[in-house]
């Protein structure tokens, strides 16, 4: 679907625009629109496109994306979109159903650009050799949409390309020194980010969510008893009465690992990384 402008702007941008996808789509300023499903999608999408393409996240910051559910204003807005990024591998079901009716939007479904894990943890981004694979995916989709700024696309990826290998060498590094290899965590979130760096991620609850069992605190509080471990990870958007429980009876430590899902005080992907980086040594030693 192309978007009705003005005849002056047509003049105006004719000349530097190409159709992606079988549309296309510009802000008055002349970029293309990118729609992106949530804050961890959003993010790593505005580290490549820079000052060159308008970037918006369809799920609030602040929301559970795993919860979020767009209204319908929400798609109607995502239809007038260039690129639209999303996560895939059952992060955002509604994204998954949607991409094939955006007929006339290219999407980009980051999980089909990555190595999946057996189980069904769709947070690949905070492996960061994951995360600079979708960089590529969305660089790809960005030069092809807007071929005019494909060199400052590739300047962008390089740069997030040196970060993503250099904070890697850094988890590997800590990896390496850890005394311990156990992280006890509310959300089965970090299995990726522990099978790349030979840690063992003990959930208190599923990826798909929900209070575990008796059964399963109480597997858990031995475990964690028997291996001397002092502290069990919270996270931003999900209070989870099962980690307070935990705590109390173990007589851990309660800290924050952020899974870069929605809250992150306007932070970006590589401080988030790093923050997560000086906790998880913690935990470790």
């Known amino acids: 679907m192309k978007k009705i402008i003005s005849i002056i702007a047509m003049l105006c941008t004719t000349l530097s625009l190409t159709a992606c996808s079988g549309g296309e789509t510009v802000s008055d300023s002349g970029r293309r629109q990118v729609y992106t499903s949530f804050y961890a999608m959003y993010d790593l999408t505005s580290e490549i496109a820079g000052d060159k393409a308008d970037v ?6 602040g929301t559970e994306p795993h919860d979020y559910e767009p209204k319908t204003t929400d798609m109607a807005k995502l239809t007038e979109a260039d690129i639209f990024v999303y996560n895939g591998g059952g992060m ?22 990555i190595e999946k894990l057996e189980n069904s943890d769709p947070h690949s981004w905070l492996y960061p050799i994951n995360a600079l694979k979708a960089a590529e995916a969305i660089k790809n989709a960005l030069a092809e949409c807007d071929p005019n700024n494909s060199a400052a696309y590739e300047v ?94 173990t007589g851990a430590e309660t800290v924050t690992l952020n899974p870069f899902e929605g809250d992150t005080g306007g932070k970006g992907y590589f401080e988030v990384m790093n923050e997560n980086l000086e906790v998880i040594e913690k935990i470790l030693k």
């Open 56 to 61: 918006y996240s369809m799920c609030p910051v």
């Open 156 to 249: 962008n990826y390089e740069g997030f390309k040196t970060k993503a290998e250099e904070l890697d060498a850094k988890y590997r590094s800590m990896s390496a020194a850890a005394v311990k290899k156990d992280i006890v965590v509310a959300h089965e979130a970090y299995g990726y980010l522990c099978d790349a760096y030979g840690l063992n991620q003990i959930a208190v609850e599923s990826v798909q969510g929900g209070e575990p069992s008796p059964t399963r605190m109480a597997e858990i509080i031995s475990y964690m008893r028997e291996n001397n471990i002092g502290y069990i990870c919270a996270e931003e958007l999900a209070s989870s009465k099962a980690v307070e429980t935990i705590a109390a009876e």
């Open 92 to 113: 955002e079901s509604w994204a998954e159903k949607s991409s094939d009716t955006l007929k006339d939007v290219k999407t980009v479904c980051v999980s089909d650009h």
